[in-house]
């Protein structure tokens, strides 16, 4: 008797900003998608690939500026992914080096042994695109519809676009914390003597606030959990295909 394989997802990743971003995807366990790791998305495209029933990544969206460094390999944030930019046949740099590499990031947890799939839109690390995942299996939608840069908190917003000052990210107090070698045992992080719930409350994470505020089904802290809008599930035997957009409508 044959075996039965278990059947591969779809993920649609669209960009419906005005401006090119650059995707780009971690997978840390299962095969890799039929997509690239990372990839030129311009303004009001989408691509849709398969993936793995067994399936564990992350998926986030860059943004680049030109620079004198041409075709330089660059890291993006804690994921440790590495994309060479003259795989992209970009002769651009990244515009936010660390901490500002800090944005939005959605992780999807595939598994056809489990009762459940599991998504999320992390700001744990910052916020730099607004985004939104949907699904055709009618469940839960999160999203982080909302330009948080031009009133990211002083010491958080950043980095600027040269030509007109504006901001294009807004990096977390982590992030923040890891920059001046505080990480390691720090409240907006987590870490150290704050590594459970009752140590590491949200009140005490900076300005967490501002973004639970405007993004009120994302996590906005290692710990978010409790808040009951962090962490989103989808019954495994729905075998949803998932939606990404990049500024989302609403």
């Known amino acids: 008797m044959a075996s039965i394989v278990a059947a591969d997802r779809n993920i649609t990743v669209k960009n419906a900003c005005p401006y090119t971003v650059w995707p780009a995807i971690y997978t840390s366990l299962g095969a890799q998608p039929s997509q690239p790791n990372g990839w030129v998305a311009p303004a009001n495209t989408s691509v849709t690939f398969t993936v793995p029933d067994l399936w564990v990544s992350i998926h986030w969206p860059v943004l680049y500026q030109t620079e004198a460094k041409l075709n330089r390999t660059v890291a993006f944030g804690d994921a440790a992914t590495v994309i060479s930019l003259s795989t992209l046949g970009q002769t651009r740099a990244l515009l936010a080096d ?27 690390v910052g916020y730099n695109v607004p985004m939104r995942i949907d699904n055709h299996a009618a469940c839960g939608n999160p ?10 908190p002083t010491a958080q917003k950043g980095p600027f676009d040269p030509t007109t000052g504006a901001a294009l990210g807004c990096t977390s107090a982590c992030e923040l914390d890891k920059a001046h070698g505080l990480g390691a045992n720090s409240t907006n992080c987590c870490t150290g003597m704050y590594n459970t719930p009752s140590t590491c409350p949200s009140s005490n994470v900076t300005n967490y606030n501002y973004y639970k505020s405007n993004c009120v089904n994302t996590y906005a802290y290692p710990f978010d959990e409790s808040s009951g809008t962090a962490s989103w599930t989808c019954s495994t035997l729905q075998k949803a295909a998932y939606t990404i957009t990049f500024c989302p409508s609403s």
């Open 98 to 124: 660390a901490p500002e590499a800090s944005c939005a990031r959605a992780l999807f947890i595939f598994n056809s042994a489990s009762p459940q799939d599991y998504y999320d839109i992390s700001l744990i």
């Open 143 to 152: 999203s982080c519809p909302v330009n948080l840069n031009p009133s990211c």
